[in-house]
Structures are given as structure tokens and as C-alpha cells.
């Protein structure tokens, strides 16, 4: 992966009080083409947090640490990520 020297998303939000709408839009376009891109090769990341996004100079979000990503040929019974960001009905 190139160096991503904007930080990551997490460290944006605790710096900002509130993200414009416009910037919020341009990343999340980016995470969804990101997303759709991996289910098209039927890949899912299964960690989705701000932690693991990251921002290019350019503004550019993407997505980082694909250590929990797997190939989805069936369900999955096994609970993984981040608890900090889990739904409650997970927990």
C-alpha cells in the first residue's frame, strides 16, 4: 500500500468539531466504491472503523488493515473486529 501521510480518520475526527458535509460525502463515496469493490470479489473486510481508514494528501479515504478480511463463500459464525464498534445485538 503507498503511504497514506493525511492520518487516518479516527485522528480527524478528534481534531475537528464537526466534519463539512462535503468532505464527509467525498469519503464516504470513497469507502462505499472501496466496499463494492471487495464484495464484487466476494471479499469482506469484517473491521470497518475509523481507525482503518486512511487519508491520502490528495483527500483520498481508503481502507487499511485487511487482517480480519476474508473470502465470503458462506456465512460466518465467528465474531471478529473491534468490540468498541460492534452492534449490540453482536454483543
Known sequence: ????????LFDYL?????????????YLRDIIEALAYMHDKSIAHRDIKPENIVISSEGVAKLCDFGWSAVVETSRKTYCG????????IL
Not at 500500500?1 to 487516518?8: F, V
Not at 473491534?82 to 445485538?89: K, L, R, W
Open 14 to 26: 478528534n481534531e475537528v468539531t464537526c466534519m463539512p458535509i462535503k468532505l464527509a460525502v467525498e
Open 1 to 8: 500500500m503507498e503511504y497514506m501521510n493525511g492520518g487516518t
Open 82 to 89: 473491534t468490540f468498541d464498534y460492534a452492534p449490540p445485538e
